[in-house]
């Protein structure tokens, strides 16, 4: 059997340790996996996609059979083109449940060869999101168990936030 090509797609902005939690345990069973940021013209991100290829390539260098691309229009056209037989997705939490279920079945719908494994991140990860990373950098809160290091840079210099500093 040759090795499975899996598709991590999201918007990644930014990137958080659940996201690299969940690439390195894909990256332990597929053979490639291509973690792909969609380029959506319809929400305005804190993080252009050059960006976000960028922070994404540093963090996951150590693993030689992921690579990160960037992608437009529907996700089963990007997979086929790069010849992907699985989408991998994180759910974290019962919520997170409906919108994935719903986003499986109309890739099903589209393109039936195309599978959806969902994975779990680790614990220490199920209610970290980028909506709400976002909002605690722009408050000056505590992020380095939630980012990597070189996005918290980031993350401070855009929004132009030093961290709180606790008594
Ligand atoms: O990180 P996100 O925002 O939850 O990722 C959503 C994403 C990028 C996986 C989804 O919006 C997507 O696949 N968009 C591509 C367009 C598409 O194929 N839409 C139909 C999906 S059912």
Redesign the pocket.
């Known amino acids: 059997m040759k090795p499975v090509v899996a598709i991590y797609?999201?918007?990644?902005d930014p990137l958080t340790n659940g996201h690299l939690d969940l690439i390195e345990r894909g990256s332990r069973i597929f053979g490639e996996l291509v973690v792909a940021i969609?380029r959506n013209s319809e929400k305005t991100p804190l993080f252009s996609v050059e960006e976000r290829l960028e922070m994404l390539r540093e963090c996951t260098s150590p693993w030689p059979n992921v690579r990160v691309e960037s992608f437009e229009?529907?996700?089963?056209d990007y997979a086929r083109q790069s010849k992907a037989q699985v989408v991998l997705r994180g759910v974290r939490a019962v919520s997170d449940y409906e919108y994935e279920l719903q986003?499986a079945w109309?890739?099903r719908q589209l393109d039936s060869s195309l599978e959806t494994v969902f994975m779990m991140p680790a614990g220490a990860y199920p209610y970290l999101s980028s909506k709400l990373v976002r909002e605690i950098a722009s408050l000056g809160g505590a992020l380095s168990s939630m980012v990597p290091r070189s996005v918290e840079v980031r993350l401070r210099e855009r929004l132009g936030v030093a961290p709180l500093t606790r008594k």
């Open positions: 797609p999201g918007t990644f969609l229009g529907l996700l089963v986003m109309m890739n």
